[in-house]
Every structure is written in structure tokens, then in C-alpha cells.
């Protein structure tokens, strides 16, 4: 007869020590998979990288990469997709009456900021991925994928600061394509000019996010 499960005050607790040493591991083992990514991918080209390799460069095996990424593409901008998270994170705790385009804007101010989750501009190679996107039709899918995740979530931010319905209300949606969309440009302009320290990337989304406000001032009609 099988032995019921423990369960109660008497059933052997989980080591919370264990289960941080878990989480870190497999953290840094995602994090070396990116790197090897986009190693590989700049010193060879995408066409010539295989998943294998990158697996091998990371010294982990292949089901492992597998545990972690569904491609080469998305393990070289796993980056990407936390700068999405954390630009997200960051739009949760803006202020409630702050209006939504500013505190999508300060969110992104906060992350390029925050030394603690450092944005592209300041990890080894970043802007020279970025860069190769636009010439890569694999990776510029997978970073449109990652793009388009992260900004579906800041609607629904957008949408639960408003107290609206995302699928009725028009205004989540456009302030979040507004306001994306100029950060995309800017981290393309940025990639493509050369620029890679900080100051340089930060003062370019801010030129960027002038010239939205400025333009959205000028379109505005005038009443005589």
C-alpha cells in the first residue's frame, strides 16, 4: 500500500536556501546560454551558429539550452526580453494620476538609470547584436516576438492605471504604440550611429521622447 503524502506541521519542509540556489543556477546558467548567443552569432554570423555550439560554448548540454530557449535567435536577445520586464516593473510603480505617456516614459527613464539591471548600453556587445538585427530576417522576427510581448503587457499596465477595457478603449493601445515605438527608434538609431556609453544612449531616448511631445503639440488643432 502507498504511503500517503506528508503534509501538515509534521511534513519535512523545503529548504529555502536550496530552492535560491536553484533559481540563481538556473539563472546564471540562462545568462551564459545568451552570452555564448550572441558571441557566436557576432564572431561567426547567424547562418554558421548552431544550437549545439552555443550549448557547448555555455558548457551545458543541448537539452539543457532547450530548457531554457527555443532558439538561438531568442537566447541571444534574452536580453531584450528582460529590459522589457524591468521597463514594465518600472511602469507599476509610477504614480497613479502621473499621465500614461510620462509614466511610460519615466519607466524607461528609471531602467536606463538602475545600475541594477543594467540597460544594453551598458553589457559588452549589446549594440552590436541590436545592430545586426535589422539585416537579419530570423533575429528581427524574434525581436519583433519579444517587442511585441513586452508591449502587450504595458496595455494591460496602461489599461489597470486608466480602469479602462483594453478591447474597447482606444487609449491604452495608442499611448503604448506611441511611446514604444519611440524607444524602439531610438535604440536603432543608437545602435546603428556607433554610440555605446551611457550617457550617449540615455540622452538620445530623451531627444527622442522631445521630438514625440514636440510633434504631438504641433498636430494638435488650434481653435481661433
Known amino acids: 500500500m502507498n504511503k500517503a503524502k506528508e503534509s501538515g506541521p509534521g511534513a519535512p519542509a523545503t529548504d529555502p536556501g536550496s530552492e535560491d540556489r536553484r533559481q540563481r543556477k538556473a539563472r546564471q546558467t540562462r545568462e551564459a546560454?545568451?552570452?555564448a548567443a550572441i558571441?557566436?552569432?557576432?564572431e561567426h554570423g547567424l547562418a554558421a551558429v548552431t544550437v549545439e555550439a552555443v550549448a557547448e560554448r555555455a558548457d551545458v548540454t543541448r537539452r539543457t539550452f532547450s530548457r531554457h530557449f527555443g532558439s538561438k535567435e531568442a537566447a541571444a536577445l534574452d536580453f531584450t526580453r528582460a529590459d522589457g520586464d524591468r521597463i514594465n516593473?518600472?511602469?507599476r510603480t509610477r504614480p497613479a494620476d502621473e499621465p500614461p505617456l510620462a509614466a511610460y516614459r519615466a519607466a524607461v527613464q528609471d531602467w536606463l538609470a538602475d545600475p541594477e539591471s543594467p540597460g544594453p548600453h551598458?553589457?559588452?556587445r549589446r549594440r552590436e547584436l541590436l545592430a545586426l538585427v535589422d539585416t537579419e530576417p530570423a533575429l528581427f522576427a524574434a525581436y519583433e516576438r519579444v517587442r511585441v510581448d513586452a508591449q502587450d503587457e504595458s496595455v494591460r499596465i496602461i489599461a489597470d492605471r486608466l480602469g479602462t477595457d483594453p478591447a474597447r478603449d482606444q487609449r491604452p493601445a495608442v499611448v503604448v504604440g506611441a511611446a514604444a515605438g519611440v524607444l524602439t527608434a531610438a535604440l536603432r538609431s543608437w545602435a546603428r550611429g556607433g554610440h555605446d556609453?551611457?550617457?550617449?544612449l540615455a540622452a538620445h531616448v530623451e531627444q527622442a521622447y522631445a521630438v514625440l511631445t514636440g510633434e504631438a503639440a504641433r498636430a494638435a488643432p488650434h481653435n481661433g
Not at 558571441?39 to 557576432?42: G, K, S
Open 33 to 35: 546560454l545568451a552570452d
Open 39 to 42: 558571441d557566436l552569432i557576432l
Open 89 to 91: 516593473a518600472a511602469l
Open 122 to 124: 551598458r553589457r559588452a
Open 197 to 200: 556609453n551611457d550617457a550617449d
